[in-house]
């Protein structure tokens, strides 16, 4: 047991050396989301050459893709808690039961989402109030098929959190390579309309992006043939799942749901104000956002890996390498973030011309970066500390802190969007408010953890 790598693939968290632990865990997930960035900004630079129009309308789809995140996150969160902390007590059995209700709760969460998506396109665009014909087109096709088709992405988000939670990294981020190939060649290819395919453009970006989700599902299920340690393994989809168990997966996930809905709900608000600057702002908030996602991808990977570590430990009564595994994952994601605040405030052009090929559309995407560049490692602290608060069944800690302070943006962006600063307030807002939130959790988990140490007597 003193070994950190077992013979069976998984990691052992809960003994030896805390940093090998958590950067075996932590390396391949953390790969996983530069694949996921890799996905994101792969489909983005090839619709830019389509227009900062098409920009803006897969922005504004795509903001439904990004909401139904909130739904999976109860079955993804509440599955993967539960199953790293039994792993930690020893408890296979009743871990399985966790996998087997988190699963069914993502399947049919996913097929209720796609159906509803489905059925109500046109008034849930609405919302945006999208003017420009091409801007609505884009966004309805975009929409359509990959809200519709949702249940891969559902089936990808809740694997992966399992297989976390059992000390296996490594099988999801090789799932998301072949994904992430499979993406790459046929972005081009259908997007664009190449060899004796034909140029189908947003309908082209949205299919290939499907299906590389179809694709990385199947290599992780696959990959089960030869995971006989792993509890998923045993999860049969019609099984009866102990009622205690579901009880359970909805009390630790529907604080995580709530957060990340309501989280994306306020974006949405926000993308609405910025549509009222333009379809080059709505592009710029949209792609921004991707670009970002270098720095948001890879610390939220690493609260993933904090997530398992905390949860087995602490279903160990281990609280020092809780402590002592916090404190290492925020010094090494606080580094991360002011890595890419340089980035942003020293390239911001050369970034934004990746995906934009109109200057006053570069200039606004320009002044994204740089100010959003300032609130990176808050932002980097923010999310791991919410997997290492979430290890610890607070989720309902995590989702009253993200809540109220993303809220504040709203009232925010509306105070300075109305000053000189124009669209540039926007951007101010969303800045404050990340700062913010990563000093209030910082705080909030070392106050957390004395409490626990403190009850549990454990020193």
């Known amino acids: 047991m003193g070994e950190t790598k077992k013979k069976t693939g998984q990691i052992n968290l809960t003994d030896g050396p805390i940093l090998k632990a958590l950067a075996s ?3 391949p997930i953390m790969a996983s989301a530069f694949l996921g960035t890799a996905y994101n900004i792969t489909d983005m630079a090839w619709i830019g050459l389509l227009g900062s129009k098409a920009v ?47 699963i069914q709760l993502t399947v049919l ?9 489905l059925l109500f396109t046109d008034p849930l665009l609405g919302f945006f109030a999208l003017e420009d014909q091409e801007s ?46 499979a993406n790459m060649v046929l972005d081009p290819i259908w997007i664009l309309g190449i060899g004796p395919f034909p140029r189908m453009e947003v309908f082209g970006a949205a299919a290939a992006t499907v299906t590389a989700q179809f694709i990385v599902m199947l290599v992780m299920l696959f990959s089960l043939k030869k995971r006989r340690d792993n509890v998923v393994r045993e999860v049969r989809l019609f099984q009866r799942v102990p009622s205690v168990c ?41 792609v921004g956002g991707q670009i970002e996602s270098l720095s948001w991808n890879t610390a939220d990977g690493f609260g993933a890996a904090l997530n398992a570590f905390v949860g087995q430990n602490y279903g160990a009564g281990k609280m020092d390498r809780v402590k002592r595994g916090y404190a290492l994952a925020v010094r090494t994601v606080i580094l991360w973030g002011a890595l890419i605040l340089l980035i942003f405030v020293l390239f911001p052009r050369q970034l934004s011309q990746m995906f934009f090929h109109e200057e006053e559309v570069i200039l606004v995407s320009i002044s994204y970066l740089v100010i959003i560049g300032i609130c990176e490692p808050f932002m980097c602290v923010e999310l791991t500390t919410v997997g290492a608060l979430s290890g610890l069944g607070r989720t309902k800690l995590c989702s009253i802190i993200s809540i109220l302070l993303t809220g504040a943006r709203i009232p925010l962006a509306l105070i300075l969007c109305g000053t000189s600063l124009g669209v540039t307030g926007l951007w101010w807002a969303l800045t404050i408010s990340s700062v913010s939130k990563g000093i209030v959790f910082y705080i909030a988990f070392c106050r957390v953890i004395g409490k626990t140490r403190g009850a549990s007597g454990n020193s």
């Open 25 to 27: 865990l932590s390396l």
């Open 56 to 102: 803006a309308g897969v922005g504004a789809g795509g903001m439904y893709v990004w909401l139904s995140q909130g739904l999976v996150a109860l079955a993804r969160m509440g599955g993967q808690v539960n199953v790293a902390q039994c792993c930690g007590k020893g408890d296979r059995e009743r871990a399985a039961h966790f996998a087997a209700g988190a």
């Open 109 to 117: 969460f996913g097929i209720l989402f796609g159906v509803a998506c």
């Open 136 to 181: 609505y087109s884009a966004a309805r096709v975009y929409m359509q098929v990959t809200c519709g088709l949702i249940l891969f992405s559902f089936m990808n988000l809740t694997l992966t959190g399992l297989f976390t939670a059992q000390g296996d990294s490594k099988t999801p981020f090789l799932a998301n390579l072949i994904g992430l190939a």
């Open 246 to 286: 579901l009880k359970e997966i909805c009390r630790i996930g529907i604080p995580t749901a709530l957060q990340s809905t309501v989280y994306c709900m306020i974006s949405m608000v926000l993308t609405r104000m910025a549509s009222g600057f333009g379809a080059g702002a709505i592009a710029t908030f949209r």
